[in-house]
């Protein structure tokens, strides 16, 4: 079977200003760049045989080259990490390719079963600078063999619901208001984690689902740290990015026969919101693939993805929240054989 991916092809900045279409910062400098909506490639991102991860890197637009990343040749940092469910192991690692005119870098994680190790889940991120460029490319991606509709889509149910529990990460940046006192006009960034839930009406064959609700959002570069490292001092923020209590309502979307979903970037795809502050508008997108692995109740077993959201509130902050998420049915996270959800 071949490996699945799923591929959010990122702008060169991510913004941090009223929506994520308008000029914003990049947040691990502070420059000022543009924002464009980003977009989901569901073709094949990376391979992994149980001891070596490849990672197929695209460069340039039209004729875009691939450039290959593995772990034997390319990596300079791995480290393991221990996945939620028994007999399935995790690991970490940084990958390098400098040449005469470009440089990659490659994070990822992986985490597969024991017993297959062809059953795996990868996410991370890849950074691509080409010389005299200004701004890197940037990609997130979710991979593995079960979320891959144009090879190996699922076969969905037609009825009944199901409720999917899992985590969601990424990066969050915030733009002070007046009512930051000393700090307006300033601005933070930082990474985070946090719950994410999912309801899938099969009847209906639609998904909707909420970053936050389940617990508090919390900052958290466990996955990004080495990305932190490499930020010049100078655009280190000194305020912590205030992620409590805000919420992210994302929703109910179709999702596609080979169990694929990708939302419009709108104000009506994606909600923010938060109890002690105003916010006064928010826009969004959010996208992935449903598994077509079943778990023992005959329902897809995990659904992966990407999300995005921006924001305004009434002193004039603006904020927003980019990454990842995957989260699993009951069934199959409690069952003992779940790959690891910390993956984002």
């Known amino acids: 079977m071949k490996a699945a991916s799923i591929v959010f092809a990122t702008a060169l900045m991510l913004a941090i200003g009223g929506c994520l279409h308008n000029p914003g ?3 691990m400098t502070g420059e000022m760049g543009e924002m464009e909506e980003g977009r989901i490639d569901f073709s094949r991102t990376t391979s992994f045989d149980g001891d070596k991860l490849t990672v197929f890197v695209r460069q340039g637009g039209e004729g875009e ?4 990343l593995n772990t ?4 300079v940092e791995t480290n393991e990490f221990r996945p939620q469910a028994p007999n399935y192991s995790g690991r970490s690692w ?3 390719n400098t040449a005469h005119e470009s440089t990659t870098q490659v994070y990822a994680l992986v985490s597969w079963s024991n017993e297959n190790s062809t059953d795996y889940l990868a996410a991370g991120w890849w950074l691509h600078h080409e010389q005299g460029e200004r701004y890197p490319e940037r990609v997130i991606f979710v991979d593995g063999p079960e979320i891959d509709p144009l090879i190996n889509p699922p076969d ?3 009825t009944g619901t199901a409720s999917y529990l899992g985590r969601g990460s990424g990066i969050f940046g915030y733009a002070f208001g007046s009512n930051w006192g000393e700090h307006e006009g300033g601005y933070t960034y930082d990474a985070y984690r946090g719950g994410m839930d999912v309801v899938a009406d099969f009847e209906a064959g639609t998904l909707s689902g909420c970053l936050g609700c389940t617990g508090d959002l919390v900052a958290d570069r466990t996955h990004l740290e080495y990305r932190f490292e490499q930020i010049p001092e100078r655009f280190l923020p000194e305020v912590d990015a205030p992620l409590k209590d805000y919420e992210i309502h994302f929703a109910p979307i179709a999702y596609s026969a080979d169990g694929s979903f990708e939302s419009e970037f709108s104000s009506a795809a994606a909600s923010v919101r938060h109890p002690d502050r105003e916010v006064t508008g928010s826009h969004g997108y959010w996208g992935g693939s449903v598994s077509a692995f079943d778990d023992e109740d005959g329902n897809p077993r995990l659904i992966a993805g990407f999300k995005d959201a921006g924001f305004q509130e009434e002193d004039g902050s603006r904020g927003f929240f980019w990454g990842v998420y995957t989260v699993l049915s009951e069934t199959f996270r409690t069952g003992g054989d779940t790959p690891d959800d910390s993956s984002e």
């Open 25 to 27: 910062s990049d947040p």
């Open 65 to 68: 080259r691939k450039l290959h």
């Open 72 to 75: 034997v040749r390319d990596a």
């Open 94 to 96: 940084v990958m390098r």
């Open 156 to 158: 969905l149910p037609v």
